[in-house]
């Protein structure tokens, strides 16, 4: 069974940072690209980043561009995702989700349960 | 980007009707690589389908999907209690970023 865990969401002031982590299993972590998906209170979803298995590619919304890094362990079947100069508007829970394969790298097939981001003063 | 435009906003039915949902994009999309995502409150979306018609692992079949080019359409045959939710389209093609429609909640007449 997939299983996908984030943790790290908390309450953060505009312009801070916070380190996301979604820790992977039931699936070829090494193998498989990632993504974050985002979604505001009450509002509608957003993809925020990708990643392939091995690093190589690297896409990133441009509401995020700059401000968020995505990365991965993959001995530690981790993804991770550094987000530094925190707006109001990055409130949202941020979930962690596992690609698809080939060109299908952007298509969500299995989530986690999301962790809250609060950014406010 | 493509922009993805999800009609209606709300569909007020009862249990045992049909739900047609509309899904539009602003400029076609590359090999059906369209998206259905259920999210029931509190909790994380659920894929439905892809492909624009391939039903995912686990998923009922009075769920299917249909279109092509810019427009997409999910059906739900009969719909069951547990089928009130909010459903996202959304289009994986081959450049990002990956859009989603602002989704339809089908409500419990």
């Known amino acids: 069974e997939v299983q996908l865990v984030e943790s790290g969401g908390d309450l953060v002031q505009p312009g801070g940072s916070l380190r996301l982590s979604c820790a992977a299993s039931?699936?070829?972590?090494?193998?498989?690209?990632m993504n974050w998906v985002r979604q505001a209170p009450g509002k509608g979803l957003e993809w925020v980043s990708f990643?392939?298995?091995?690093?190589?590619?690297?896409y990133y919304a441009d509401s995020v561009k700059g401000r968020f890094t995505i990365s991965r362990d993959n001995a530690k079947n981790s993804l991770y995702l550094q987000m530094n100069s925190l707006r109001d508007e990055d409130t949202a829970v941020y979930y962690c989700?596992?690609?698809?394969?080939?060109?299908?790298?952007?298509?969500?097939?299995?989530w986690g349960q999301g962790t809250l981001v609060t950014v406010s003063s | 980007e493509i922009v993805l435009t999800q009609s209606p906003g709300t569909l007020s039915l009862s249990p045992g009707e049909r739900a047609t949902l509309s899904c539009r994009a602003s400029?076609?999309?590359?090999?059906?690589?369209l998206a259905w995502f259920q999210q029931k409150p509190g909790q994380a979306p659920r894929l439905l389908i892809y492909?624009?018609?391939s039903r995912a692992t686990g998923i009922p079949d009075r769920f299917s999907g249909s279109g092509s080019g810019t427009d997409f359409t999910l059906t739900i045959s009969r719909l069951e209690p547990e089928d009130f939710a909010v459903y996202y389209c959304?289009?994986?093609?081959?450049?990002?970023?990956?859009?989603f429609g602002q989704g339809t909640k089908v409500e419990n007449k």
């Open positions: 400029q076609s999309i590359t090999s059906r690589y």
């Open positions: 492909g624009a018609s």
């Open positions: 990643i392939t298995s091995s690093t190589n590619t690297i």
């Open positions: 989700a596992r690609g698809g394969i080939y060109d299908s790298g952007g298509l969500p097939l299995d």
């Open positions: 959304q289009q994986y093609g081959s450049s990002p970023p990956w859009t």
């Open positions: 039931g699936f070829t972590f090494s193998t498989t690209s």
